[in-house]
Every structure is written in structure tokens, then in C-alpha cells.
């Protein structure tokens, strides 16, 4: 069942909060079905340009266009999966799957958890899940109404190394089921590096670097070409420092 | 509570015995204070160390309690005082609720009343008996406006720290996830806002019953709280702590009946 992803434009998008520039002339397009990673350091704007597109934040300047109707208020394409599961303890957790559905359907919300692997849980509390089960419910509930597009928000960044590889290799997989455009948030460069189509890369309120992986899925995180773009990334954010001069403290 | 201990088929081990004795105790302990009382004040009456004029034996209060079911429609008495305390409960819990969702949701709503409602929660309600004697008379109107007001601050004041203290991400997940504003209403604000409404609600239980004691003591022609006034006219020691039991019984009641509301409505704290 191959869904296709919806297409994405943005054109000359700013974004100021009271007076300060936190993203300047934005402008990309995104094929449908891509899988897009946005990587950068902490509070350059990058959660800010997934609100926008998710239609959370409105923009100061410019338009975000969906298969080039310009957007107005929420998304509707759009599904967030966020870094906190933002699940709701009232509800059991196939409950929460079916918030997003329309009539609450419970096979559809069933479904869903089967895809990531949650079926056997449906019937308890999110109380008494893991972390990492939290995250597959949040993901369970993203995908369960086939969206067109999907926003991740640094969704595994509380998850453990081993948790996280996981969940990756499970958007993936899903990915390439439904057909979704994917933009994924992360401050992770292998995750990006895993995953994404393209890279960007955040850096004085713009985008800095547009970078595509041709690497073949699924990636050899051990392979040569894999720490070539790694190094390529890491030395477009950290400038002519990188690498890291190591010094010994108090020497 | 009506867990039966089962017999184990074969011979107890010892650490299985030890649990069953537990449980005995967890289960009859908090009756062992009450009981002993009892059992001392009946023994003082009937040894006539307390005389009958300052506090009668159990048992002739139950033997009071049983001529008055019988012969003078104690039912009918208790029926009486119930439905007040549940209509005035109704009225200004009622209110409360209503308001605190309105405030709690609605900015404008909150600036207009919430000063308001904060300065009349201060009035100690009870000290508005004369006035409202004034304003309403000593008829009905008179009780269940006091009931009403004292229940109405426990549930505005916990309805509306219930919706206020709902994280706002999780109402944005659910405006991202396509909920209506009933929706949002339905799935997110009121569960969430649930356990602090049922914290007002037990709260204005006990208001509830302490307003309807002093508002029928002072002016009624039945209920509870007339069957003891009179009492105290004709010095019938037996038949005012027969009201003084049942009142405690009746809130009792209700307290139970809150708890058993909030163990099946949230479940899921517990994650069983």
C-alpha cells in the first residue's frame, strides 16, 4: 500500500519571536515521499521550522505551500510525532492510537500497533510502559491514519543507544511501506546520516548546507562512505575547528 | 469488601499462613478502636457511672432508632435530609463545576469572575445564617441556599486548578491530531482535570453535610435535624445522639460512595 507523499514548498520563510530573528529566508522544496533530516546545534530554529510547517506557528514572513496551495493555520496533511510521547494516561493504549482516527475506529488503531509491534500491549495504561514502548505508541498513533506527511521532533533523543537504532530502523521500514514525506528533526548526524534523503543543516538562521545521501539502504553505519559524510557534516557545524583539538585539563 | 479468604486445600505452609493472618488484620484492625469505645460505654451505662440523662447505652439508642423506624417514619426523616443535601448539591456543585470549566478554559471568563469568587470564598459560610433567615425565611429555600453555597467553592476552586494545571502539550497534540473543541473537551480537559474534581467533590461532600446540620437544627419541620431539636426540647439524650449517629453514618456514606466513583474513574493511575 504505497501512499504518496504530499509535496512541500517553502518559500522565503522567516520566523521572528519578539524582535529576534530565529529563521531568515527559508526556501526548499521537497519532493513527495522524501525523507528530509534536519540537523543543527541547540536553539538554531530547528524545532521552529517543523512548527511551521506543521502550521503551529505561524510564519512572520513568506509561505509554506502543500502541493502548492499555500498553507493556512494546521497542517492537515501533517502528523507530529514529538520527543515526549505526549500520550495520554486515561486513555488505554490502543485508545490513544485511535484519538486520530476518525470514529475512534479500534481495528485501524489495532493495526497500527501491530505495524510497530505494540499489538500485545492495546489493552493497558501508558503508565505502564517503557520508554521505548512510549515512543512506538507515539508512532503507532502517527502512521494510524496513513498520513502524507510526517514530522518527527527529536523523537528518540531520551531513548537509550540501543532503543534508539531500533526506532530508527522502524520509521524506516515504515517509510518505505506508506510512501510518507518524512522530516525529521534531530541533533544526532548518524541518525540523519541513517535515514534522510537530504540533510540540512541549521546555522546562523538559515540553511547552511543541503546535503543528499546516496548511500544505498539500508546503511552500513560502519562503512567508510557512512564517516566520510559524517566528518563532511560535523565540520560544516563546527568550522576550521573540526576536528576538536584535544587538550589535557590543568597540564 | 467482599474478599473471601479461601481455604488452601492442602496443608498452609507457614509463610502462607503468616499472609492470611495479615490480611485478618489489615481487614478488622480499624474496627478494633471503635468497637472497644462501644463496648466501654455501654459497660459504664449499664454500671451506672455515666447516667442516662448526660449519655444513654448503645443500646437503648438502638432500641430508640428501632421505635422511631417503626412507630414515627424515621425513613422519613432521613429521606428528607438526603434529598436536601443532594439537591443543594446539585445546585451549587453544580455551579462550581460549571464555572471552573468556564474559567479554567476562557481567559475573559476567569477575569470577569475569579477575583469575585476568590472574595466570597472567605465568608465562612455559616455566618450568613441570619441573613439568609432575613432574605429567605426559614423555609426550604433558606437550607438548600446555604447548602448550595458552601458546596460551590470546593468544586469551582478544584475544577479550575483541575483544567488549569493540564499540561498544554498534550492539548496541542491533540489540535495537531485533529480534535474538535468537544473533542479536546471530551478526551484531554475533563480526564484530566477528573482526579482534582473528585478531590472538590469529597471535599463539598463533608460541607455538605456539616451546612445541612446547622441550617436544620436551627429552623425545620422535619429532617434529621428537627427530629433532634425536639429532642432537646423534651431532654431526649437517647434520640439527639441517635441523629448525631446517623448523621455520621450518612456522611460516611457518601464518602464511600465518592471513593468507590474515584477508584473506578482513574484506574489508570495505578496502571492496573
Known amino acids: 500500500m504505497s501512499i504518496r507523499g504530499v509535496e512541500l514548498g517553502l518559500r522565503g520563510l522567516g520566523k521572528a519571536i519578539a524582535n529576534r530573528t530565529i529563521l531568515h529566508d527559508i526556501n526548499l522544496e521537497i519532493k513527495p515521499g522524501e525523507f528530509i533530516a534536519v540537523i543543527g546545534k541547540s536553539g538554531c530554529g530547528k524545532t521552529t521550522l517543523l512548527r511551521l510547517i ?3 506557528t505561524e510564519p ?12 493556512d493555520g494546521l497542517n492537515p496533511a501533517a502528523r507530529v510525532m514529538f520527543q515526549d510521547a505526549r500520550l495520554l494516561p ?3 493504549v490502543w485508545e490513544n492510537v485511535a484519538l486520530g482516527l476518525p470514529g475512534l475506529n479500534a481495528d485501524q488503531a489495532l493495526q497500527a500497533l501491530h505495524q510497530v509491534g505494540l499489538a500485545d500491549r492495546a489493552y493497558d495504561w501508558p503508565l505502564g510502559l517503557s520508554g521505548g514502548e512510549r515512543q512506538r505508541l507515539a508512532l503507532a498513533r502517527a502512521i494510524a491514519n496513513t498520513p502524507s506527511l510526517l514530522l518527527l521532533d527529536e523523537p528518540f533523543g531520551a531513548l537509550d543507544a540501543l532503543t534508539r537504532i531500533e526506532m530508527q530502523h522502524l520509521v524506516e521500514q515504515l517509510w518505505r511501506a506508506q510512501g510518507f514525506t518524512a522530516i525529521l528533526v534531530t541533533h544526532d548526524v548518524e541518525e540523519a546520516i541513517a535515514l534522510a534523503d537530504r540533510v540540512l543543516l541549521i546555522q546562523n538562521q538559515h540553511i547552511a548546507l543541503n546535503l543528499p545521501i546516496h548511500l544505498p539502504r539500508s546503511r552500513q553505519r ?7 559524510i559524517k566528518d563532511q557534516l560535523l565540520g560544516a557545524i563546527f568550522g576550521a575547528g573540526y576536528p576538536l583539538a584535544t587538550r589535557v585539563v590543568g597540564a | 469488601m467482599a474478599l473471601a479468604i479461601e481455604q488452601p486445600t492442602t496443608s498452609a505452609t507457614r509463610p502462607a499462613r503468616r499472609l492470611q493472618l495479615r490480611q485478618l488484620g489489615q481487614r478488622w484492625l480499624p474496627w478494633l478502636v471503635p468497637v472497644l469505645l462501644i463496648g466501654v460505654w455501654q459497660l459504664s451505662a449499664t454500671l451506672g457511672w455515666i447516667s442516662a440523662r448526660v449519655l444513654p447505652a448503645p443500646s437503648t439508642i438502638l432500641q430508640t432508632t428501632w421505635d422511631l423506624l417503626l412507630h414515627h417514619n424515621l425513613l422519613g426523616d432521613i429521606a428528607i435530609s438526603t434529598r436536601r443535601a443532594l439537591v443543594g448539591l446539585a445546585i451549587g456543585g453544580g455551579l462550581g463545576f460549571g464555572f471552573g470549566l468556564l474559567n479554567g478554559t476562557f481567559a475573559i471568563s476567569e477575569q470577569l469572575f475569579d477575583s469575585s469568587f476568590q472574595m466570597i470564598r472567605n465568608i465562612p459560610h455559616l455566618a450568613l445564617l441570619p441573613l439568609v433567615i432575613l432574605w429567605f425565611g426559614i423555609g426550604e429555600t433558606a437550607r438548600l441556599f446555604l447548602v448550595a453555597f458552601g458546596v460551590f467553592f470546593p468544586l469551582y476552586l478544584n475544577t479550575y486548578h483541575g483544567v488549569r494545571s493540564i499540561d498544554p502539550k498534550l492539548r496541542e497534540m491533540g489540535i495537531v491530531y485533529g480534535l474538535s473543541k468537544w473533542g479536546l473537551f471530551r478526551h484531554i480537559i475533563f480526564p484530566g482535570a477528573l482526579p482534582s474534581i473528585l478531590v472538590g467533590l469529597r471535599h463539598a461532600l463533608g460541607v455538605m453535610w456539616l451546612t ?21 426540647e423534651f431532654m431526649q439524650t437517647d434520640v439527639l445522639v441517635m441523629g448525631i449517629v446517623i448523621y455520621a ?5 457518601a464518602d464511600t460512595i465518592a471513593r468507590l466513583i474515584e477508584r473506578r474513574s482513574l484506574r489508570w493511575q495505578v496502571g492496573a
Not at chain 1, 560502519?222 to 566520510?228: L, N, V, W
Open chain 1, 54 to 56: 506543521a502550521g503551529l
Open chain 2, 249 to 253: 453514618l450518612l456522611g460516611k456514606l
Open chain 2, 212 to 232: 445541612l446540620i446547622v441550617a436544620e437544627s436551627l429552623a425545620s419541620n422535619a429532617g434529621i435535624g428537627h427530629l433532634t431539636m425536639n429532642a432537646r
Open chain 1, 222 to 228: 560502519g562503512s567508510a562512505e557512512f564517516a566520510a
Open chain 1, 90 to 92: 486515561w486513555k488505554r
Open chain 1, 60 to 71: 512572520t514572513i513568506g509561505q509554506v505551500a502543500l502541493d502548492d496551495s499555500p498553507l
